[in-house]
């Protein structure tokens, strides 16, 4: 399988690594590398319930030689930003740490799971982070976005009933957009008002939050995303989703970015915006 096609990585893939010490007890998947040939890394976190996780055998301050993007799946926890101060983030809560920013989640209130977008794609060390002095020109700046601040607009036409909300966009200055997109259960996703096989120019990684969806992409035919599994969807790989089982939340990232006007489809069998 080269780089450029389409892939889907299952959780049973992917290991759980031990990465900050016994007592800290964190948890780590790699889900995508710098070997898949993206430019990003994808990581998932997962952080026990614990009052102290920065501890003397566990996580300390650190920072990373690429911006980081973390997005919270579940869980409320307590992240310190150097110079900004101790944040408390909870589900659907998204924080752009610049390349170079030290950070360190503090404390657990819950099992917090994350999932983490690392721009350059870096291979970070196992055990704790080393500080990095070679930054990359990522020019961007600390930002936290709550799920209040951003609307769910309906983005694929009225029959199909899909929402997006879009975090980061192109207007942002980041070198990725983030949205969510929630497809409610629904037999035939793919109807003569809805959504269509389309392809964009831009790479698509997406992974599923909750539920799963069929759908059928050129070259792998049909076949289900179900809950945990991420996916690689290069630039101009014809795709469509055909049937949503159940409630479905995706968390989609394009590079390069997408706009922040909505794709409304308002005329049968529109693609969406590429
Ligand atoms: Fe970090
Ligand atoms: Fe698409």
Redesign the pocket.
Known sequence: MTKDQLKYVKPSEKEWLHIWGEKSNVVEKRLFTEEDGLPITVVLQNFPSQKKVVSDEGYKLHSHGALEIGYVIKGHSKIQFEGIGDIAVNPETIFCTPAGMRHALIEAMEETLIILYYYPPYTKPEGLVEETTNLPDTKTEFLIIRPDDREWIHAWGTKTNVAEKRYLTKEDGFPLSFLLRHIPAQKAVVSTEG?KL???PAL?IGFMIRGGIRVYAEGLGEHEFLEGMIVR?PAGTK???IESMSDTMIA?VNIPPFGRTPAIVDKPGA??EG
């Open positions: 959504y389309h392809s964009h698509e969807n795709h469509a989703a989609v693609p969406e």
